[in-house]
């Protein structure tokens, strides 16, 4: 795969992505979560990443999002979807959804949502779906018992870098592998010409090494599963609860994994316990079965009436003798007594029956008092014992990797698959929360003009209000269109929705209205309204992002609140009625809105089509509002609303109050 093909990645970030295991896969499924963890790529970047992936498929190349607003609309489509999610997985997966212009990248999305509608994203799911993140690889493994040894300088390097947890060494004959046998517990050989040798000790000849790292290095894959045993367990948890088929047998999963302890040892050995404890315990038991002899042959002593015959004494002391040699004569039962009992008390502490022997000779029958191990013996029992530890040990890891090896592959499949899942519940979820439905994208060949959007029981949900309390907004919209209304009637409200909709449904997704129907748009403009008057500077760069918007072609989407808050009220009007023209000609879809509708209609050198929110009243001081917008009627202004509940109050006449109202049917 040419990665430097995708946009915005450059030959740095491309080496970058290299140096993941799986980086063609992770951008085939849009997989954020594995694009970050390569080096120096943030997440942000990792999404963007797969962003122009999936662009440069679907020949998806124009940036939809033309302006700040729209691009901020895009923000807030997401976070209704993300909001859903329950893994940090699931929202940055989420970012992969853009609205697009392709057809393919569109129906690609719908058929992901209509599976993700076919799941039920109940409670206990979720809950597990909390425990769930991206598999890790185990970091900073060592293992010291175990080395590798080669004479070819060229596999020297090769096993560097394959066998990262182990010493690796260069030998150049036998001497240097019997050397290295003595320091490790198991030395593997990658060169065939030492097969055949008769080395002391666990000297391996493994030419074949590199296809079976999980025999040379069973710790790597057993910390793996240690490292990511709570993500496997609750992915796990999350197939069985939600019902999905998993990749591989669960409850296997779960034994090895339960076989596992935390830093990847395998527990639950008798025989590798013993070994571990004996080694452990060495030193105390030596000690306390020298304190057992010592207390019995003081105890032995004490209770003694030593009768010697003066001659004895006399040719003892003599000699030279000191008084171990009259223990010795006196007191020899005595002595292997103690030393019987020291052996027995270290031979049932230390309990490894098959190395009495060794035990035995930690204690020899000199009789000395008070008694003292035999340091040399000790140290060789240690030895011993260490090395059948680390065998035993070697023998359960190498056995409990064999069955965990098949796992391998299906473990990072179960997980993906529960984090994907979390995609498709929040998705799902965003849906039915929003009483969502599939928008149709209709297209209308002949007369080239776009069938622009139509909306029936649109309901947004970024408003200030409960979702349940928002009014339901029939609007549609084809060519330009100019949108009046009373002071907060709904009209930002009106083109919010229909720029959210618009671009939820070129993101593939369901959007939250009871039907709509829209053309496929290449770009959405939101222009939002400013704040306040601009100065000459800000007005002119304003009226170049106009200038720009109208030259050239393209089936765009306009959406621009109130503009006539850029300058005075009279050159708004014909500036605006100038662009109106433009958009016209262009076949643009286009809705303006604006408290000056009737103005620039007037200065519009077209039959512009003016939509209106009306006020149906007012109530107690308060404006009762018909939220959809009525098609081709100037909506009267809150003043005129007030000026006619006035004259109406003041009952007939001409009075003042008429004669206002009279001003509005100029
Ligand atoms: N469909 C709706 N259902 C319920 N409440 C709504 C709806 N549309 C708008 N509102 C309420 O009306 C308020 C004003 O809406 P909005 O700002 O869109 O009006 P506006 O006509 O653009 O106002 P202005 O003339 O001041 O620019 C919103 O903050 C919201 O509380």
Request: glycine letters at 8%.
């Amino acid at each position: 795969m040419d990665l430097e093909a995708i946009q915005g990645v450059g030959a740095k970030t491309a080496d970058r992505l290299r140096q993941l295991d799986d980086a063609e896969r992770a951008l085939e499924d849009g997989d954020v979560a594995a694009l970050a963890r390569a080096p120096g790529i943030t997440e942000g970047t990792a999404a963007r990443i797969a962003r122009n992936a999936i662009r440069e498929r679907h020949g998806d190349t124009e940036d939809f999002l033309r302006t700040d607003r729209a691009r901020e609309l895009y923000r807030e489509a997401l976070a209704l979807v993300q909001e859903r999610a329950v893994t940090d997985y699931a929202k940055k997966r989420v970012e992969t959804f853009y609205p697009s212009a392709s057809a393919t990248r569109i129906a690609e999305v719908q058929t992901f949502v209509a599976d993700a509608r076919d799941h039920d994203p109940t409670p206990e799911v979720r809950e597990a779906l909390g425990d769930i993140e991206p598999l890790v690889a185990p970091r900073d493994l060592r293992v010291r018992d175990r080395c590798v040894a080669t004479g070819d300088a060229e596999r020297f390097a090769r096993a560097e870098s394959a066998f990262p947890e182990v010493s690796v060494e260069l030998v150049e004959d036998s001497r240097d592998i019997a050397e290295l046998a003595r320091g490790y517990s198991t030395v593997v050989v990658l060169d065939e010409r030492f097969a055949g040798l008769d080395i002391d000790g666990d000297v391996r000849v493994l030419p074949d090494a590199f296809d079976r790292v999980d025999e040379v290095v069973p710790e790597r894959l057993l910390r793996f599963f240690a490292d990511n045993r709570s993500r496997l367990d609750a992915a796990a948890t999350v197939h069985e609860r939600a019902g999905l088929d998993a990749p591989c047998d669960l409850d296997a999963m779960r034994d090895g994994l339960d076989r596992l302890t935390d830093d990847g040892t395998v527990k639950g050995d008798a025989d590798l316990h013993r070994l571990r404890d004996a080694v452990d315990d060495l030193d105390v038991a030596v000690s306390t079965a020298e304190s057992v002899a010592n207390d019995r042959l003081r105890e032995a002593i004490q209770s003694q009436d030593v009768t010697i015959e003066g001659a004895d004494l006399l040719s003892l002391v003599e000699q030279g003798a000191r008084v171990d040699s009259l223990l010795e004569t006196e007191l020899a039962d005595e002595f292997d007594a103690a030393i019987d009992a020291a052996r027995d008390h270290l031979s049932d502490a230390l309990a490894v029956p098959d190395y009495d022997d060794l035990v035995e000779q930690a204690f020899v029958e000199d009789p000395t008092f008070p008694v003292e191990h035999q340091e040399e013996a000790v140290n060789r029992l240690r030895r011993e014992l260490q090395a059948a530890r680390d065998r035993r040990a070697a023998k359960l890891k190498a056995a409990l990797a064999a069955d965990l090896a098949d796992l391998r592959d299906p473990a990072g499949t179960l997980v993906r698959a529960a984090l994907d899942l979390d995609v498709e519940l929040a998705v799902a979820r965003y849906a039915a929360d929003f009483d969502c439905t599939v928008p149709e994208f209709v297209e209308r060949d002949g007369d080239g003009i776009g069938a622009g959007i139509l909306m029936q029981g649109g309901r947004s949900p970024l408003l200030d209000v409960d979702f349940e309390a928002v009014d339901p907004v029939d609007y549609g919209v084809e060519g330009v269109a100019l949108l009046s209304g009373v002071n907060s009637g709904g009209k930002t409200s009106t083109i919010d929705l229909v720029g959210l909709v618009v671009v939820l449904a070129q993101m593939g997704l369901p959007v939250p209205a009871e039907r709509v129907e829209l053309q496929r748009f290449d770009a959405l403009h939101y222009q939002a309204k400013s704040q306040g008057t601009l100065d000459a500077g800000a007005f002119e760069a304003t009226l170049r992002e106009f200038g720009d918007l109208v030259d050239g072609p393209g089936a765009r989407l306009v959406l621009v609140d109130e503009l006539e808050s850029i300058t005075e009220p009279g050159a708004s009007a014909r500036i605006i009625a100038g662009i109106l023209e433009s958009l016209h000609e262009q076949r643009a879809t286009a809705v303006f809105v604006s408290h000056l509708a009737g103005e620039i209609r007037d200065a519009t050198g077209f039959d512009v089509q003016v939509d209106g929110i009306e006020a149906v009243g007012l109530v107690d001081g308060e404006l009762q509002v018909n939220r959809s917008p009525v098609k081709g009627r100037l909506a009267r202004s809150t003043p005129e609303l007030i000026v006619e509940k006035l004259a109406d109050d003041a009952g007939d006449g001409d009075g003042f109050y008429r004669r206002l109202l009279a001003k509005f049917a100029d």
